[in-house]
């Protein structure tokens, strides 16, 4: 078997080669699309072949016919730009579009844009769309609390928009913005202000807790005592005294017992260890 398998393989390398040999001395031609590309064929006598896309691989055509190569991967570029926020201060900002051709539908995207389709196309609909939706933020809210939102607005827009040139943008991306140092120093300093301020309103608050439970303690401990001293009659005390000497008679330590010799006739108790 193993023998049998290095047969078809040089059989299949045999036959390419003839393939491609006989192609050359046919006057064909021969195109080798790797991995992640796809091919549009367009021949000078009838234009771009609008139902086929080649796929990967080595294609043989004739010499009139040209195998436009495209990358039909997941792509992504940075793109540094300005846009003016809502109050008029100049925001610059680094944004990362990640987006695909789609494979089927790649002869359309040729015939209408090319293989510079991002320049003609992705390009201009993200400047425009970012200068739009940064124009609706305050600087702000662009550096603190609404990053995400707008990035998420865009994203939504562009995507829409390129969507319906046959290319699919997977992700945008704010990778920074930069606000006029003034304005940074400024916001980060109220920021920081802010901040002071709900730490001052969480420590009343904590001192505000403590103090009242510190009174409802004391006031329990106040209700406590006046049950207690509501309870403690003459009656209440001499029982405890007798049953407390009882307990004392009936211990192993030596001890002198002095009937009648306390204060409401209690007996004292002398001595013991």
């Known amino acids: 078997m193993p023998n049998m398998s290095r047969l078809l393989t040089r059989g299949a390398i045999l036959a390419a080669v003839v393939l491609v040999v006989g192609a050359m001395a046919a006057g064909c031609m021969t195109t080798t699309l790797v991995s992640g590309e796809a091919g549009v064929r367009y021949s000078i006598f009838g234009g771009t072949d609008m139902d086929d896309v080649y796929g990967e691989g080595l294609k043989v055509h004739a010499p009139w016919v040209n195998v436009i190569k495209y990358d039909v991967r997941v792509q992504e570029r940075l793109e540094n730009m300005e846009a003016l926020s809502s109050n008029g201060l100049s925001i610059g900002t680094d944004i990362s579009v ?9 002869p359309v995207l040729h015939v209408d844009y090319g293989v510079d389709y991002f320049r003609k196309l992705i390009g201009p609909e993200l400047r425009s769309t970012v200068r739009e939706v940064i124009g609706q933020f305050t600087p702000e809210e662009l550096y603190s609390t609404r990053r995400t939102e ?25 990778r920074d913005v930069r606000l006029p140092e003034q304005i940074k120093m400024a916001i980060e300093n109220k920021l920081k202000e ?42 209440f005390l001499r029982f405890k005294g007798i049953e407390a ?3 004392l008679a009936n211990s192993p330590n030596s001890k002198t017992v002095i009937v009648g010799g306390g204060e409401d006739g209690l007996p004292l108790i002398l001595g013991g260890q």
């Open 98 to 106: 990640r987006w695909r051709p789609r494979s089927e539908t790649l």
């Open 150 to 174: 707008l990035q998420d607005q865009i994203f939504a827009r562009v995507k829409e928009s390129v969507g319906n040139e046959d290319v699919l943008v997977e992700a945008i991306l704010i």
């Open 194 to 235: 802010e901040q002071e301020a709900e730490r001052y309103e969480f420590t009343i608050e904590k001192e505000r807790l403590e103090a009242e439970r510190k009174r409802i303690e004391a006031e329990g401990e106040a209700a406590y005592q006046q049950i207690i001293t509501a309870s403690l009659t003459s009656q």
């Open 245 to 247: 000497t009882q307990q």
